[in-house]
């Protein structure tokens, strides 16, 4: 089996491993203080451009979004998400758990607007008592989206904008940062994200690392205090050089950002192949995550040697699938797996053109 | 600087990396559904002798301790636990953000006893209104202690006895579970820690990996569900078997006890040496860490050299220190020490027989 | 100004005040167990036909879905929910801050169906990993509904049908029970409602009490140390005859559903005129709560004499209108406001038939 | 039997009860936004001198501490509290459950110094890793104590002055604030408490009412969006008006300080005989709690005829119990009693002076 139904499936860039091997006698301070983690975190803010943020490191996105989100939000305050947003599905209830309600809005190709953002605000603040729900506080994005697509930088300007109307945090999950930066079209820099985010994450987990997201504060009133938060919920390890080295090879170079447009360049070959096959896509996703829409049986014959996610039913003769490449997508495999798209295309004679319908 | 500061200065043992590297590029399911985290389970529940146990996987001490709690715990149920017991003093309060109260007994060289335990239950069963007061659930004990000390076989009989009497889970925290097991004096086995505990966790972060905890859960009704906790606490990796392929490593030939093994070895050079010197000891501590009582002068001229942690005054001349070795700890480093333990006890012309007060 | 705004803009009835008198300067224990609250329990219990149920009292319909839920949920566990349920609109994220996802559902009229049910449950279970997403655990649902619409017997069965498949607890919000039980047409008893749901409250703020709701637990599995949950929920008063008084004076002898029977008479009332001058109406409610949709111009006339809820916009030139009657209603005012109602209604020759859009 | 147990045995005072009848037909706002929480508002602000807070009305004290606590922390933050104090005795965990540790500290009659609080916050700060351990920010202290004691002035502007230099909230449990300023010797006056404190209540269960607490929000920081973490706990009353005609009754003409003196007054009579009869007392209380130490054969005898709570054993022959007074107390009873406790003094030739020991 050839595996691309995540971005997860091996373990770290070698180079990170030689690292960890180099580093591994060396004696250093706990809990983040190490130099490792010190000049990772600086390196981090020097590409952001945001020399008064703070950087931090988590092991895991759901560990970051809860540890955020119980930073930005008052007990009763609330966050506002795409339905389609992994805090709202992926999470098991994580935020929730923290005491805070994710007032959900519906997504369009995994995005939310500024304009419904606005609208939830002025909701809750013209009625009556608007103490009898929770107050939005905080809005919760993610670039690229669940569904491997991009805000544009204007799309991101107009929610910040909104986001100080109304008082709001805006919290981009990075998980795929990425992704999203070397994606082709895509116009925002982390610069931008730096400045248009309150607090945003840079995924190391699924891009080279073997764990790790690093946090990026750059609102003062969220950087107070944050390390118990991280304490409280268990994310400070105690060899915390762990995240710290990885997220330093990863930066100090720019290995991260190559890693990112490998896959980006494996899954545009598996596009390009798809759309001259004439199939539709669930999402048109410009990253390494694709949404092919291919005929039942189709389906069916790729999963004898490929391993993929399903994304549900189009109609009665297709399904969209997600097909998912990273940094250690080998070249071959996607070759593979494009010849076999176009030889099964033609086999199955598919109808083209099917109509996108989500799930 | 030598640093004898605590057990997590270095990386992982070298085998863990190598073992990393060789399976660096398999492709393997996500969240602790690999073949990896499967036979590191399958392998600790039979040295466990528990085969109907279930093992996870979570990345650290906190994490471990808030997960397990919330699992034992009704939102009215309180923990019982020493007043130094991990969870209470350096958790940042952690267990009570799950909604939680520690009910904190006096503890006697960082244990408590069956009795005391049995006193907490009769106090509150035999209150008129016991629902105006948490409901003791569980209580929390460490093996080793946070003061290195020891749980004999008949003490931690006697607990187990009195949690069946009060329908109490007993969770023993193994952050050090090794250094306790291959420790002189000890006659408590893994099996009987199985055999006693409701579930208990074996700490790898301490004992030569990157990070990581064994969670072994004996009681099936704490089986029941608890993936859920884990996710809903972010203790779910993507790369799960950064976790198995460690514990494989350090079960699979025995390689975690001599691990432990070693570092009390190297403890029990320098404890002999202070001994030998005169000095008395805050905790008599037969496990890695070593809490001798020196002159203050001397501790002074000891830090140039060397890292370690203070415990506090003990009188006006003396301060309590503790000294940590590990499975990195190099006999070199520990053959200077105790040379020089020898020669500042000399030079300082020590009060021996300093009494035994506490912090 | 005359109210119809809500249902409990007056005091308690005279009854309960006169009992309120006689009774207070006997002494009696506190916190619920004095000889009042046992019998209304008891009471209530006999009227129920569930002698095995435990009742308790506390003061409000928040305090009393947040203590229910509590009880009924694991940390991980979500409450389904219409997403028009008071809890998931009106308590200010009361559920979310004991930790706990609503699962909210489309509704019609104010209801959802056993199918949703089984549906959510059924994408639950089938997922690959269902500990990524919160457990469904307890269906919540109203009787009457937020907009007075009642459930049919069968739909009840239907319901409890699939929570047992599901092996879900079945909370009945009963804050206007005794409006519903006494509605024209309704064919759902109170017994039936014991014996359908696991857990319900008979409420009392809104039939007749000063403050007040009877919790019924029927579900032994929710009746074992339910008190802790109210104390730690700030929900047994120190003088909790007030409430035992109070139940007991409205269910002694019937005088609550008489209480509701008169709420229900005078909203017939009302809605006839509405009907008979060509209203349409949002919801079709046969209990206290009437939403005609009228003019704007009228709604405009009606608001310098009469106090009402407004329910938003229908068409450019329609809204729709809460009008509220209660135990407390007198038949004059409803006089007036029929009679005003009629005349407003040939004034502004309103366009009969509005088509029905929900807001 | 005659009940001395507790300060809640009967209603409320007839004068309340007599102005829940004249206003209970009118109609008024709910939550409340009604004329008499406004005028009862304005009244209490007026008597503590403090023009800019904030009054809100609640149901009971475990609701108060509660919902005052979470709006003073964020999650990682602690409460000090005495070791006695009821949050730390009473509430079945209430304040764990919001997510917050109580730093409990030893006390002396009930108190706290702030010699003991500063101690805390030095120790706090002055740690490597204070984020390890819950941040202190708020005290919690009660006046009356727990055990019927008092502060002085002094001590609280002493309290008052640590809080200023540690960043503390002074949060002061007022559930008996009116026997504390009514009590002989006290020199503390309501506008005191409202100038020191940063937030307090004002307790009406135990003081004439039927239930019901005055918090007033001094501290602007604390006032803002005060009513959503009300509404969230379940704290805001349909039926508010019933807590603002209640508290309106017992200050417009300083009903409530009476109603205290009174209880005060009657307490007074039985310390002086018991004084009188020699025996001594485990706390020395100028209010409304008497905690006198008798002979075990004595308080038996007593049991036939008054009600009243346990305090434990002193030694082989005596306990202490806890007698208490209320408003509603009646001064025959007392006459009987301090009659009955003269004649069983001699007839048990009690041994005097018995040491004061803390049960």
Redesign the interface.
Known sequence: ???FN?D?????H?RI?ER??Q?????????GNDPYCLQAAERIKQLCQAPQAQVHFL?????????VL?ACS???Q?IISPVSGHIN??????I???????EALPHENGKITAAQIARVCKAHWEDD?P?????PRTVYISFPTEYGTLYSLQELQDIRRVCDENHLFLFIDGARLGYGLTAPGNNVTLADIAALADVFYIGG??IGA??GEAVVIVNPKLQK?F?????????????G??LGIQFLTLFEDGLYLQLAQHANDMAALIKTVCKQAGFSFLYDSPTNQQFPILPNEMIAELEETYAFAHMGRVDNRHRAIRICTSW?TRKEDVEQLTADLQKLAEKYHVAHRVSLIER
Chains 1, 2, 3, 4 share one sequence.
């Open positions: 089996m050839i595996w995540c997860y499936s091996e373990g770290a070698p491993l960890l091997a580093t591994n006698f060396e004696q250093t301070a706990g809990y092991c895991g996105g759901t560990q970051t979004n809860l540890t119980a008052r007990p009763y609330s599905v992926h999470e098991a209830g994580a929730e758990a923290t005491g805070h309600r994710i008592n103490e009898f729900a929770p107050q987990t699924k073997l764990l205090d390390r118990y938060f991280m304490k409280q919920k268990g994310g400070i390890l105690a060899k050089r762990l250690a």
